[in-house]
């Protein structure tokens, strides 16, 4: 089981980055667009943490882990099976892969494939 993304929605993106970047010694790119300009920084074990400004008015700041998965039109099956709700469907971000999110206990959770 492994986080490929983590996905930090926040009001001051830059707050968050620099707070991140102070404890733990790492640095945040500039913003990329296919991830919803979010602000991302790569991990020794590759993965990586995305911060980003809400994308709507009603989105609401959150924490977001997208689990690295070998095959997401499975894994949304057995967790649509577990009764989660999936909240977006299996969409191919160009060279970064298929992602999906779904809910589950009220929390957010994704799953990523590359």
Not at 6 to 19: G, H, P, R, S
Not at 62 to 80: G, T
Request: charged residues 25%.
């Amino acid at each position: 089981m492994k986080i490929h993304y983590l996905e930090i929605v926040a009001l001051d993106v830059d707050k968050v980055c620099a707070a991140y970047e102070a404890a733990h010694n790492v640095r945040f790119d500039d913003t990329d667009e296919l991830l919803g300009g979010a602000r991302t920084c790569s991990l020794k074990d590759g993965s990586i943490v995305g911060v980003r400004r809400p994308l709507r008015e009603s989105e609401e700041p959150v924490v977001r882990p997208y689990w690295l998965v070998e095959d997401i039109e499975k894994a949304i099956s057995l967790i649509k099976a577990q009764g989660a709700k999936i909240a977006v469907p299996p969409l191919e971000i160009p060279g970064k892969g298929i992602f999906a999110i779904y809910i589950n206990g009220a929390v957010d959770h994704g799953f990523w494939q590359v």
